[in-house]
C-alpha cells in the first residue's frame, strides 16, 4: 500500500459504494414519492427498447427535479419524447436529481 504505513493504521469510516441503500429521507427530500412514482410510471406491459435509470440528467429529460416539474427542462423533454416516444425505439427515463450510485443500485433491486 503505502511506504511506512501498515494495514492495521489504515481506517476508513466511508460507505461501501457496492451495498444499495436509500438516500435518508427527510421533509425537504421527496426522494420516496418520486422512487415509488417511477415504480408507477414502469408498466411492464408498456413495449420498451430503453430504460434510462440516473441522476438529474436522466429525470430532467421528464422535465422534472426530485419530481416536481421545472420549466426550464421542458426543452429536454421535448427532446426525449420526439427520440423516445414518438419514434421506432421507445424509451423511459426513470432519474432522481441527486442520486449516487448506492441510490441507483437500490432502485434497481427495489423496482
Given at each position: 500500500?503505502?511506504?511506512?504505513?501498515s494495514?492495521?493504521?489504515?481506517?476508513?469510516?466511508?460507505?461501501?459504494?457496492?451495498?444499495?441503500?436509500?438516500?435518508?429521507?427527510?421533509?425537504?427530500?421527496?426522494?420516496?414519492?418520486?422512487?415509488?412514482?417511477?415504480?408507477?410510471?414502469?408498466?411492464?406491459?408498456?413495449?420498451?427498447?430503453?430504460?434510462?435509470?440516473?441522476?438529474?440528467?436522466?429525470?430532467?429529460?421528464?422535465?422534472?427535479?426530485?419530481?416536481?416539474?421545472?420549466?426550464?427542462?421542458?426543452?429536454?423533454?421535448?427532446?426525449?419524447?420526439k427520440?423516445?416516444?414518438?419514434?421506432?425505439?421507445?424509451?423511459?427515463?426513470?432519474?432522481?436529481?441527486?442520486?449516487?450510485?448506492?441510490?441507483?443500485?437500490?432502485?434497481?433491486?427495489?423496482?
Open positions: 500500500l503505502v511506504e511506512g504505513i494495514d492495521s493504521q489504515i481506517s476508513c469510516d466511508c460507505y461501501n459504494p457496492l451495498i444499495p441503500v436509500p438516500r435518508a429521507l427527510d421533509i425537504e427530500d421527496p426522494w420516496s414519492e418520486t422512487h415509488q412514482q417511477n415504480i408507477l410510471d414502469n408498466n411492464p406491459d408498456d413495449p420498451m427498447d430503453v430504460i434510462l435509470m440516473g441522476d438529474s440528467i436522466i429525470e430532467q429529460w421528464k422535465g422534472l427535479e426530485v419530481g416536481r416539474e421545472i420549466p426550464e427542462a421542458e426543452r429536454y423533454k421535448r427532446v426525449f419524447d427520440l423516445f416516444k414518438k419514434q421506432k425505439t421507445q424509451g423511459k427515463a426513470l432519474g432522481i436529481s441527486g442520486d449516487r450510485i448506492t441510490n441507483l443500485l437500490y432502485r434497481i433491486r427495489d423496482g
